[in-house]
């Protein structure tokens, strides 16, 4: 499946976590989902396949999720 839209995620300070990402975004309702869904459902990182939930996420970086690309400012 093509990916066509990029939205923007402001990081509040130095970084977010992927589940605080996914929460945030409401892709999960709550940190404790992050753990399952990760299990179920590709994310990429920079281009890789990342599934841990504490994964450190900074500005500059990118995670595509539900065919959705995400650019971190």
């Not at 499946?1 to 709550?30: A, R």
């Not at 990342?50 to 690309?69: A, F, L, S, T």
Request: zero cysteines; proline letters at 3%.
């Amino acid at each position: 499946m093509k990916v066509d839209i990029i939205k923007e995620f402001k990081v509040k300070g130095e970084y977010v976590t992927l589940s605080q990402f996914l929460k945030e975004e409401s892709i999960i309702s709550s940190g404790g989902q992050a753990k399952w869904y990760l299990q179920d459902n590709p994310v990429l990182f920079n281009g890789a396949k990342e599934n841990r939930r504490g994964k450190k996420i900074r500005p500059g970086d990118q995670i595509e999720v539900d065919h959705e690309i995400y650019q971190f400012r």
